[in-house]
């Protein structure tokens, strides 16, 4: 009797222990989502677009993901406000949500630039995977950038978030790119600063607060392309931006063929800042 008792007793134990190991290695399995994500998980589309004013050219297309929040508005007042006075830009607001938002709306009615509002959610295989990094606004990159390559044929682009401070002097330098255009950005990591590193007028390599493995260690604020070069050397670079924190920038440079020699320093040959990584504090 005692050793069926205690036989029952070890079983017990042996299938809470099978069980625990199950659910404790399915919580730390990693996330198999693929960088790259399968066409129809992606959707966008277009809520409005107006060129009614117009810019000087070469128009600056400056592609901006946002996200319903309590900052939102006030962070694109300011931005939109900025962008008025540059002069030659066509804003890309595209939305993380699945809808525009009205007050957005009015604000871009207001504001009377050139610009196309979008929706482009980030596609639920990335929100279900609940990833520790969250590849924050490349799905509207992505799809500002598919609109910019339908719909345009010549310009600039350049990818610029909603919360970043930029000086208007950067645009007037953009404007000149005719392949890569790159310049410092202020208030990356503990550095300060990353920037590429000039000699002679080429650029020769980066410094930066987090190289990891990365060919083109920049940050998004920190580059601008031409887009006939951009269709000349990746007619789907729409798609080459990967959903991977920390990678974004790197990987769709490298999906360029880009190289050193095909850099244009900017911001008197990158001593310069002209557009720092500045970050609202979040309330709830
Ligand atoms: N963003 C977004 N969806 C999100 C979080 C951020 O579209 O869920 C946008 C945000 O508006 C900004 C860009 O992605 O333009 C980068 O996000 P954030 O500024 O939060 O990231 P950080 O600058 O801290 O890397
Ligand atoms: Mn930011």
Redesign the pocket.
Known sequence: MQRNQRMFWLSVLGFSSIIYMVVALSKFRPNNVPIFPPPETEETSVCSTSTLATTTTPTIFFI????PRREQVAELTRLGQTLLLAGNVHWVVAE?SDTCSPLVAALLTRLGLPYTHITSPQPNIYKEAKLKY?P??VS?RRAGLSWVMEHQPEGVIYFG???NTYDIRLFKEIATTKQVSMFPVGFIGIQGVSSPIVIDGKVVGFSDDWFAQRKFPVDMAGFAVNLEFLRSRNKKANRAMPYKAGYEEDVFLQNLNLTLEDIEPMASDCTEVLVW?T?TVKEK
């Open positions: 901006t993901p946002t996200y993380d969250n924050r606004g509207s978030d909603d919360d990584h970050k």
